[in-house]
């Protein structure tokens, strides 16, 4: 298996895992039923972040995207992942922007992120309490949210285990 981290283009142009099917086959049902066009290039965007076992900047799907031997410009890449996030298909993450792919898309949702420091996989919590609590916050404090993103840096399960991996 390959290593996963943070900008690794190298192994995304094989076989979609299950994971990448499914949310491929959820993107598409949703996309029908909003009457939203999932074109050919937001489907392989959608892809390429699912391929992907951490979440991706722009111009890695970008390079991505031309090793498919597409004519791709950044302009494309960013109107295509703008698309994704509008449909909830895809979290962008801000403190390192990146984006990933939501596994629970058909629900409002603003996102809570678990993401490790040293492999970069990120876990997406689904807790309404914890919006819940947040709204109750900003509402007390007569405070329009604009965007709620939540992100907790830290390390994974398995990057615990693991100290060799210490930096
Ligand atoms: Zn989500
Ligand atoms: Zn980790």
């Known amino acids: 298996m390959m290593e996963p981290s943070m900008r690794q283009a190298g192994d995304l142009s094989c076989a979609p895992s299950i994971d990448a099917q499914q949310a491929l086959a959820r993107a598409e049902a949703l996309c029908q039923q909003r009457g939203a066009r999932l074109t050919d290039l ?22 991505v995207l031309r090793d498919d031997g597409r004519q791709g410009a950044p302009p ?24 990933t792919g939501c596994r629970r898309p058909g629900s409002h949702h603003s996102g809570q992120f678990l993401i490790c420091r040293d492999c970069g ?24 949210v604009l965007a709620q993103i939540v992100e907790i840096l830290g390390r994974c399960p398995d990057c615990l285990e693991e100290p060799t991996r210490h930096d």
């Open 42 to 63: 937001r489907r392989r965007v959608l892809e390429i972040i699912w391929s992907s076992a951490t979440p991706l900047g722009a111009y890695t799907i970008l390079d």
């Open 76 to 99: 494309t890449v960013y109107r295509a992942l703008d698309f994704l996030l509008a449909q909830g298909l895809i979290h962008r993450l801000a403190s390192l922007n990146v984006f």
């Open 121 to 144: 996989r990120v876990s997406e919590l689904s807790n309404p309490a914890i919006d819940e609590l947040l709204r109750a916050e900003t509402d007390a404090r007569g405070f329009e």
